[in-house]
């Protein structure tokens, strides 16, 4: 009943409109979740390191609301959804951590509704580099000091409301301050505590768990 | 009313510090910036800071020219 699939770098494996029949959970590779306004505008509303279900939604409600498109190529464990059902009804712990999941998730988006909203160019994106970092880390995929950045100065733009032109500038600044060394793709943070007083980063919100 | 520029310096923590000013009928109708060479793909291309108008989208494309700008800003209203 569980199978593994592939899908390559800018991928859609949610498509808004869509009725899902699988549960999707990413296994390996990172992913982003975006909307799009009429006008073509697009805003990706998170990010998705392995671990991470990305339809949850699909349980319970009708079709997708949004988009999830991959930004590497990835690797994509499938359950079908009257299955998965199935198996939450029978084992309570399954839907309480899913429950949890789902909790978390939200607590996620009211912190990046903050960032978007109400922290400065720098902040936003330090802040963005921190949760990234912490939530790969806690993923298994490498310490925080020195990783490669997956994914494009646009999709950055995306997720923190900016331009392209503003990352470049955030991130010069944070090279030059010597917080980061940044030589794209890859990322060297030299001062982790302080990216993360710049970024206004703490990790509670994440829930991780004790 | 074609729009008319003014050069000015930007006070940025950024060395992107040459400004222009877009003026129409005396009024400040945005900021652009030419960007410097932190921006390996952009470089010398004008970028959009501020608009005060009524324009379509948030981040518009960096211009070659301010002629290009020009013609964007006048068709995007």
């Not at chain 1, 930004?71 to 009257?82: C, E, F, N």
């Not at chain 2, 008319?4 to 652009?32: K, N």
Request: include cysteine.
């Amino acid at each position: 009943m569980f199978t593994v699939k592939t899908a390559s770098a800018n991928h859609d494996v949610v498509k808004q409109g869509e009725v899902a029949t699988n549960l999707q959970v990413l296994l390996d590779g990172y992913a982003c979740r975006y909307k799009i306004t009429a006008g073509g505008a697009r805003q990706i509303v998170s990010f998705h390191v392995p671990g991470d279900i990305l339809d949850a939604q699909q349980l319970l409600l009708g079709c997708a609301d949004h988009f999830v498109q991959t930004i590497t190529s990835v690797t994509i464990g499938a359950v079908p959804l009257a299955e998965f059902r199935r198996i939450m009804k029978l084992r309570p712990n399954v839907a309480e951590a899913l429950w949890r999941d789902t909790l978390i998730d939200a607590s996620i988006y009211r912190e990046w509704v903050l960032n978007v909203g109400k922290r400065d160019m720098t902040s936003r994106i330090a802040h963005m580099l921190c949760e990234f970092t912490f939530r790969r880390e806690n993923a298994g995929r490498g310490p925080p000091e020195q990783w490669e950045l997956p994914m494009t100065q646009h999709k950055i733009a995306d997720a923190t409301g900016l331009s392209a032109v503003h990352i470049n500038r955030a991130l010069h600044e944070l090279a030059r301050s010597g917080v980061i060394a940044s030589d794209r793709p890859e990322v060297e943070i030299i001062d982790w505590l302080q990216l993360r007083r710049i970024g206004d980063f703490g990790p509670s919100y994440l829930h991780r768990a004790p | 009313m074609v729009p008319s520029f003014q050069a000015v310096t930007l006070d940025s923590s950024s060395p992107d510090q040459e400004g222009t000013l877009v003026f129409r009928d005396g009024r400040l109708l945005a900021v652009v910036t030419r960007l410097s060479d932190i921006h390996p793909e952009l470089t010398g291309r004008w970028f959009v800071e501020a608009t005060f108008g009524r324009v379509p989208i948030v981040h518009p494309p960096a211009f070659e020219t301010l002629d290009q700008f020009e013609d964007w800003i006048t068709n995007a209203e």
